[in-house]
Antibody, heavy 120, light 109 residues
Framework: QVQLQESGPGLVKPSQTLSLTCTVSGGSISSGGYYWSWIRQHPGKGLEWIGYISYSGSTYYNPSLKSRLSISIDTSKNKFFLKVTSVTAADTAVYYC????????????WGHGTLVTVSS | QSVLTQPPSVSAAPGQRVTISCSGSRSNIGISYVSWYQQLPGTAPKLLIYDNNKRPSGIPDRFSGSKSGTSATLVITGLQTGDEADYYCAAWENNLTALFGGGTKLAVL
């Protein structure tokens, strides 16, 4: 079955760029007509959708974050990526990657999540 | 404050039935499918319901979902202590932007 795993630095300095990778295993990132999403969860808070990308590179971002976001994909490596520029403490969160939407309107499966702390 | 409104908490005894509501508007729940997620403590969310009322493989039929107008409901029957978790609804705003509810903490007393 498809599994996702986030990776990247756990600590980022304010004003710098947060960069995360999601590695997809157990299936091709190019198959099935799925989109691939990033979602974050601030400590002790609810979920916030960041954006998604298709296997062909089409993206859509959360309008509240759009000016600082970039999501890209490398189908040859079965990976997709998140960059958030000019980070502040408000970007401290657990970042999840997930498959979806696609075959049904839901996010499934999810990666385990990675905590990114923004601090000097 | 989330655009999709859920009660902060619900509780019920083992074996009983509980409902969790998710209220939105015409621009989100009114025109899109709703999905539901279970987040056990310290873990990633897991999809319980998609397309309003469909269960992924492996999700027991104790979990069911429905949608009416601009609201959706998750029903859990035969409550178990292992169901203690945070539950989130999700829908799409104008079919473009995903929204999550603020989450509901379920206590099985």
């Amino acid at each position: 079955q498809v599994q996702l795993q986030e990776s990247g630095p756990g600590l980022v300095k304010p004003s710098q760029t947060l960069s995360l990778t999601c590695t997809v295993s157990g299936g091709s990132i190019s198959s099935g007509g799925y989109y691939w999403s990033w979602i974050r969860q601030h400590p002790g808070k609810g979920l916030e959708w960041i954006g998604y990308i298709s296997y062909s590179g089409s993206t859509y971002y959360n309008p509240s974050l759009k000016s600082r976001l970039s999501i890209s994909i490398d189908t040859s490596k079965n990976k997709f990526f998140l960059k958030v520029t000019s980070v502040t403490a408000a970007d401290t969160a657990v970042y999840y990657c997930a498959r979806g939407p696609g075959n049904g309107d839901g996010f499934d499966p999810w990666g385990h999540g990675t905590l990114v702390t923004v601090s000097s | 404050q989330s655009v999709l409104t859920q009660p902060p908490s619900v509780s019920a005894a083992p074996g009983q039935r509980v409902t969790i509501s998710c209220s939105g508007s015409r621009s989100n729940i009114g025109i899109s499918y709703v999905s539901w997620y279970q987040q056990l403590p310290g873990t990633a969310p897991k999809l319980l319901i998609y397309d309003n009322n469909k269960r992924p493989s492996g999700i027991p039929d104790r979990f069911s979902g429905s949608k009416s107008g601009t609201s959706a409901t998750l029903v859990i029957t035969g409550l178990q202590t292992g169901d203690e978790a945070d539950y989130y609804c999700a829908a799409w705003e104008n079919n473009l932007t995903a929204l999550f509810g603020g989450g509901t903490k379920l206590a099985v007393l």
